[in-house]
């Protein structure tokens, strides 16, 4: 089934809904978005001359024009191709170049770097930019399309990976997989109520972008900020004029809010859930959360080539603090969604006993059908049948997972295995200790040593000493940071994510 199902079915049950909201302000009910995507899907075939299986790249900021440009795409049976708005152009040349994509849209403040790309991309024929004149005579074309028809492991999303350790791969997911995701968010993650929304404060070309498929099923509110991103004191004021609100956050854009909620003490009543994913939520973070917040959140684990849908931890069980287990629980990432198997494996992917660290292996509708034209890292990544996500975690006895850290960040010091979450986790307790992130340095005797990278609470002064006892109180004494860094800010990439490969050369360059 075409996932432009989901659209016009709800424009057919419910074609006055709200759809679509920039800011404060409807831009389009049901019956207007699926209009306007069905025009654009006729225009693409028409006037741009796509068929079915091409692909359509986005360089966009989130916008009233993201949300129906994919609708459109898989209305026509297109498949696309969300690029990051924070990259650079000439990452996005290679993304262009890669997918092969013959048209690219645009969000103006991207259309320039992009025309400059178009001469040297060979498959790229055209950019068009949203919101102009030409975008706007696609949309008002007469004539609509019908839906194209789509077979499950069609191409529908060519998502490209962060690439922090080499060039990102384009992880090809189809409509097969992100049904089985909106099936997931459904029944794993959180209720869609009539008259909720999901706000897009994190980036539409990931995560946030995937949520828009659940809330387009149950005719749910997309909702834009007008700053087109991610802004506490905006998500607060949207939350009152559009209650019951859905949004996906980074564990840092969940920082942020519980800052500005302590600090400005906003009414909270119009936030519903806030699911966070995309890195380690440390049990201290959470645990402010919950207590500044309330009851709202959720988490979910996902990779690109699982996206959204390895694991979920819900309302309920954050909910449960009754629980003799509870503390483990909410640090862990829950337990497997629907669709999704998960298994601890050994070096030959045999599944390791409850409570012992392994590599996660993934398999179900939901993994990703391989790479785009890369059959040897698929054949490698999709071996023995599981989806090897290279993070290492362990099993408990109930089915919650729980993760330790990639396995390329594992730290071995002495013949000993150290997890820096582990590490992190405990200095994280300090009051004074606002982030954290903790590598190995190369060590002529142990071959590895720990060093933690810390940035302070403003205004505050941490003392090694300090650290090192909150250390000792709760894990081994080999596992301590044998040094220490106070830095203002630890590096990430455009996603939120810690680049540990920075800070592991900024130490190499020292040693040098």
Known sequence: MNLAHLLARSARVFPDRPAVALGER???????????????????????GLVPGDRVALFMKNSPEYVELLWAAWWAGLAAVPINAKLHPKEAEYILDDSGARVCFATPDLAEAIFQLAGTVPALERVIVAGTAEYRGLVAEDGASDLAPALPDDLAWLFYTSGTTGRPKGVMITHRNLLAATLCYLADVDEIADGDCSIHAAPMSHGSGLYALPHVARAAKQVIPESGGFEAAEIFALSRAHPGVAM????????????????????????????????????????????????????????????????????????????????????????AQSVIEVRIGDENDQPLPADEPGEVLVRGDAVMKGYWRNPEATADTLRNG???????????????????????????????????????????RHRDVHEVSVVGRVHAEWGEEVVAFVVRRAGTAVAERELDALCLESIARFKRPRSYRFVESLPKNNYGKVLKTELRERLRREGD
């Open 386 to 428: 599981w989806l090897h996500t290279g993070d290492v975690g362990a099993l408990d006895g109930d089915g919650f997972l729980t993760l330790m850290d990639r396995s390329k960040d594992l730290i071995i010091s002495g013949g000993s295995n150290i997890y820096p979450r582990e590490v992190e986790e405990a200095l994280l």
């Open 248 to 335: 996906f956050a980074a564990p840092t854009m969940v920082k942020r809010l519980v800052d500005h909620a302590r600090l400005a003490a906003p009414v909270l009543d119009g936030i519903k859930t806030i699911i966070y994913g995309g890195g380690p939520m440390y049990l201290a973070d959470i645990q402010e959360a919950l207590a500044v917040m309330g009851q709202r959140f959720a988490q979910i684990y996902g990779q690109g080539e699982s996206p959204m849908t390895i694991t979920a931890l819900a309302k309920r069980h954050l909910a449960d603090v009754g629980h003799p287990r509870y503390l483990r629980r909410i640090a862990s990432v829950g337990v």
């Open 26 to 48: 409807i831009v389009a009910d049901y019956r207007a978005l699926a209009r306007r995507c069905s025009a654009l899907a006729a225009a693409t075939r028409g006037r741009l």
